[in-house]
């Protein structure tokens, strides 16, 4: 195992290394800001480092006197700076002493321009001051001190003018005019006072000037507007005056025109009120006679109606009468020649019937033997005879007429009548000489009884 320990030892060796050398680069690593740029010069080439370069904005600074590796690294702002130049010293075309304060903004174009040129911030700014100082003074000498005091925006942009082409050497570029912020008398000078003095009384003298001319304008004014309004206001009394005299005048003849118009118009109200007036007559007596027509129509349309139905009524009451009586006589014609017709029918039917015929013979024999019979009852009864039969049969006990009050004939004459009445000429015989219902036969059910001296009527 021993012989292995040697390998051991340099590989851990190597992995020491390794790390110490990653722990020194960590060291020396640089990130730069983003508003910084890092120009970096090797051995062989000059690199800028910073946010939109090419090359990153990482690098690791190592000591210029690292041997192969070291560099040297100048860094550079790419933001805007501004450079000031406070109490400076100027003339101007007639040599007249100032100072001046005036202030330049500048950035950085090309940083390897610049690096080429400087080697610090410090030595870039110091060298641009140089180069405005000269500009200023350059510029300020070709003017007088009125005009430089009175146009200073016109100064500032000449100083940048002035200024430009010189920067892009160093490769900067002015970011906006350089501004003049303010003049002063130097040491020992009282120039600019005294140009101010000679303003200030320029000014007043004009202020009062102007304020005198003012005064005088506006004391002008006022008495041209006092004059203006006197004027105006005469105009408008007289004005007011003629209008007002117009105005009566016109209101008299308008007032003349109304009461004409007024009058015409009650005229020509008046005719039209009587125009209505006659046509309402007109129109009235009209509707009267119209009223008067129709009512007179009416009147006799209903005359006529009336009398039309009274003769209506007439008629019909004619009629109906007439109806009646014929209808009355009719009936009493019917009825006075019912029994006429009857007895005609009776007749006709007597007349062509001889059973009937026969029968109505020994009818009328039945009645004179009844009376007959009832004459010698009362004379038998007066006389106080009684006949007895003593035969077998009662009907064989009467061999004369006067059996007709025994039992046989009494009989007999009872089965003839009933056969009799079977027939309808029978009955209705027998119905004209009253012999009436009574109980019912064998056939019609019926049994009839005479009752003497009464007219015959039939019976159903």
Do not use: C
Request: aromatic letters at 6%; hydrophobic letters at 40%; glycine letters at 6%.
């Amino acid at each position: 195992m021993l012989q292995y320990l040697p390998g051991i030892g340099i590989t851990v060796l190597l992995v020491a290394g390794v790390a110490l050398a990653i722990f020194i680069a960590t060291l020396f690593r640089v990130v730069v800001p983003t508003n910084m740029v890092h120009i970096v010069q090797s051995r062989k080439q000059t690199t800028p480092y910073g946010t939109g370069q090419g090359s990153g904005n990482v690098y690791f600074k190592w000591p210029s006197w690292v041997p192969y590796f070291g560099i040297n690294v100048i860094k550079l702002p790419v933001s805007n700076f501004d450079l000031s130049l406070n109490g400076y010293e100027a003339y101007d075309k007639d040599r007249v002493p100032f100072m001046v304060d005036v202030v330049s903004f500048f950035r950085i174009k090309d940083t390897a321009v610049a690096a080429r040129r400087v080697v610090s911030v410090q030595e870039l700014e110091d060298q641009l001051s140089k180069i405005v100082q000269g500009a200023v003074r350059k510029v300020l000498a070709s003017d007088v001190i009125d005009n430089i005091m009175l146009e200073r925006a016109k100064f500032g942009t000449e100083f940048t003018e002035e200024v430009r082409e010189q920067l892009m050497e160093w490769g900067v570029e002015p970011v906006k005019s350089m501004e003049l912020m303010d003049i002063r008398d130097s040491h020992d000078s009282k120039v600019i006072a005294n140009i101010m003095a000679k303003k200030t009384s320029h000014i007043e003298m004009e202020s009062r000037t102007e304020v005198a001319n003012n005064l005088k304008n506006a004391q002008t004014a006022e008495i041209n507007a006092k004059q203006l309004v006197d004027i105006r206001q005469q105009e408008a009394e007289q004005a007011v005056g003629e209008r007002t005299a117009l105005k009566d005048q016109q209101v008299g003849i308008a007032k003349e025109k109304y009461l004409q118009e007024v009058a015409t118009q009650k005229k020509e109200t008046k005719t039209r009120d009587m125009d209505v007036k006659q046509v309402e007559q007109v129109r009235e007596a009209d509707i009267t006679k119209e009223k008067q027509v129709v009512a007179a129509k009416q009147e006799a349309e209903t005359t006529v109606i009336k009398a039309e139905g009274a003769l209506s009524a007439k008629r019909k009451e004619a009629q109906g009468i007439e109806a009646e009586g014929l209808a009355k006589a009719e009936a009493e014609k019917a009825m006075k020649m019912a029994p006429v017709t009857a007895q005609i029918a009776l007749a006709q039917e007597i007349g062509e019937n001889e059973g009937y015929q026969k029968y109505l013979a020994i009818i009328e024999a039945l009645k004179a033997h009844i009376v007959v019979g009832s004459k010698q009852a009362e004379a038998l009864q007066d006389a106080q005879i009684k006949i007895i039969a003593n035969t077998g049969k009662p009907i064989e006990g009467v061999s004369s007429v006067m059996d007709l009050f025994s039992t046989k004939g009494g009989t007999e004459l009872a089965g003839m009548v009933e056969a009799f009445a079977q027939t309808p000429l029978g009955g209705a015989v027998l119905a004209q000489l009253g012999i009436k219902e009574d109980v019912p036969n064998a056939d019609a059910g019926k049994v009839f009884k005479v009752s003497g001296g009464e007219t015959p009527k039939a019976k159903a």
